[in-house]
């Protein structure tokens, strides 16, 4: 999986803990943190793991639902596992089942331009196709042998798309301009240099940093603003921030083999450490207790119909 923080933007976000560590080390920890968002939100696992920043899903399997009597209407839509859904390029519905090792198996593809993704409730919609008095398919057509529940299959992409105007960059050295948001899309990035557009030859983008490293310095009282789209939501950035520091402020008390001690008290000062909690069978149980920030900033992306 790819997390969710780079190395570089983590130091720049300045959570406040001593991360004199090398870059492999802050990434794995972030990884781990990364991993810890996920299984709070109980992120889809199918047919592939789910990814906040985005992606592709190829043959991803769905029930279709024929229509049984002429008062029933056969189903229309599909709920992929995967949201917010940005486009649908294929969509079948499979009567036998599909073996690519042999041949394909009989199926109804529906064209793009046939269906209709709605955004506010995440599903694809068949608007127009063949129907017939049995349904989409032809009594004729439909072999001997086929599945007792039609299987529909949809390749998709899915993902957020955030734009971004005028935003001010800040310089980390006398070349490099930073964001406030790394992960970048692949979308066109305008820089403007005190209000005017900078001649793109003079500078690269890092999408991944999310930041313009000039070739050559500008005036030092500059104000270097971008417009610019990214892909990652700043809640999941943030949380994973959070989740990132309570591991290195955890094994830094392990380091010191202090990792079971609940009280320490010198002179007339008492330190305990925060009480565990009974249940800690779950990634939601151990984020609530130990990073409630974290949670609070996850909640809204919990909310997923499949949990496997």
């Known amino acids: 999986m790819v997390a969710y923080l780079t190395a570089d ?3 720049t976000m300045r959570f406040g803990t001593d991360i004199d560590i090398q870059d492999v080390e802050l990434a794995s920890v972030i990884s781990r943190a990364s991993s810890l968002a996920d299984a709070y939100c109980n992120v889809p696992m199918r047919p592939q793991r789910h990814t906040f920043l985005g992606g592709s899903v190829v043959a991803e399997q769905h029930p279709w639902r024929l229509a049984q009597t ?3 209407t ?3 839509r599909v709920y992929p596992f995967h949201t917010p859904v940005r486009t ?3 969509f079948r519905i499979y009567v036998t089942q599909p073996d690519p090792d042999v041949q394909d198996g009989q199926y109804v593809l529906v064209a793009p331009k046939d269906l209709m993704i709605n955004r506010s409730e995440d599903y694809v919609e068949v608007v127009s196709s063949a129907m017939t008095s049995t349904g989409l398919f032809n009594a004729l057509i439909v072999p001997a042998i086929y599945l007792a529940s039609p299987i529909c299959t949809i390749d998709y992409t899915y993902g957020w798309d955030f734009s971004v105007v005028e935003e001010r960059l800040y310089p980390t050295d006398g070349l490099t301009y930073q964001s406030e948001n790394n992960f970048w899309t692949t979308a066109e990035v305008t820089v403007y240099e005190n209000g005017t557009e900078v001649n793109a030859a003079s500078y690269t983008v890092d999408r991944g940093e ?3 490293r000039f070739t050559s310095p500008p005036a030092i009282d500059a104000s270097i603003t971008a417009d610019y789209h990214h892909k990652l939501p700043v ?4 949380a994973v921030g959070y989740i990132s520091t309570h591991l290195l402020e955890e094994a830094s008390v392990t380091e010191r083999g202090l990792a079971e001690l609940s ?3 010198v002179a007339e000062v008492t330190l305990r450490r925060a009480p565990e909690s009974e249940n800690k069978g779950s990634a939601r149980e151990y984020i609530s207790q130990k990073v409630p920030e974290a949670a609070i900033l996850l909640d809204d992306f919990s909310n997923w119909r499949v949990a496997v």
């Open 263 to 265: 009280s320490i008290t």
């Open 70 to 72: 002429p008062f029933e």
């Open 74 to 76: 056969t189903q229309r």
């Open 210 to 212: 999310g930041c313009i």
């Open 9 to 11: 933007r983590y130091r």
């Open 88 to 90: 649908c390029s294929s």
């Open 235 to 238: 809640e999941i950035r943030d």
